[in-house]
């Protein structure tokens, strides 16, 4: 389809803005399940301002990693090593929560943090962990590396303002963490079928597919403790 898009463009300007389009778009589906992981990371903190601030400063720091990937990208397709410890780490994240004990008095299952320096290089690890795929993805789609930092910018920028979105979520659903972790794991499986063996890797499409069916789940049960205090400090 955008092989088809790009043949009948009639000059690059069309041909690059086309591509842009489907970047961020990507970017934008890939980063769902990225989103809520670093939401759960965040909550960790008790403060509402220091998870903000958490996300802020991780972000920035993940972005610049981020750019940084994108530029070896070339490179670090090379070596399957990278995939298989941004797989294995995204699955001990995933361990790590379900193993846990029971949640805190705030529903909050995942890591707790006592300051928010102990945050910010847990969310920075993980959002390299799924750029991973979502930069190799890129790369696939275009060698122009312009438009590959451009849709990494923005999509850095849409998961702020989803993980945001996220705390306040997190809350009100009883099983979007869950579904949220699930998501993480699949993501790490996926990175790990694919150091193995490219050929047997599902396609996206299905991946796409499940991580919305779990989500669909994730959003099925309100929380009906939550009170109209954690409503209005979540906006």
Do not use: C
Not at 171 to 193: F, N
Not at 199 to 210: A, G, N
């Amino acid at each position: 389809m955008l092989d088809r898009l790009i043949d009948i463009s009639p000059n690059l300007e069309i041909e690059a803005i086309l591509i842009l389009v489907v970047l961020i778009a990507l970017e934008a589906v890939l980063s769902a399940d990225n989103a809520i992981a670093l939401a759960s990371i965040a909550s960790g903190l008790e403060d509402l301002k220091l998870q903000r601030q958490a996300l802020n400063v991780g972000l920035l720091v993940a972005y610049i990693l981020r750019i940084s990937l994108i530029f070896a990208a070339t490179w670090v397709i090379q070596f399957w090593q990278f995939e298989v410890a941004g797989a294995l780490y995204l699955l001990w994240l995933v361990f790590s929560y379900f193993s846990s004990s029971e949640a805190e008095d705030d529903g909050h299952q995942g890591p707790q943090f006592s300051s928010l320096w102990q945050a910010i290089p847990l969310i920075a690890l993980t959002d390299l962990a799924f750029s991973l795929d979502s930069v190799t993805t890129a790369i696939a789609v275009s060698d122009r590396l312009w438009l590959v930092i451009m849709g990494g910018t923005i999509g850095v920028i849409t998961l702020r303002f989803m993980a945001g979105l996220f705390i306040r979520w997190l809350k009100e659903y009883t099983h979007l963490e869950d579904a949220g972790y699930l998501t993480v794991g699949l993501v790490g499986l996926r990175l790990l079928v694919r150091a193995i063996d490219t050929d047997i890797v599902p396609p996206q499409w299905m991946l796409v597919s499940t991580i919305a069916i779990i989500f669909v789940w994730g959003f099925s049960k309100r929380n009906p403790d939550i009170s109209l205090e954690d409503e209005e400090m979540g906006r």
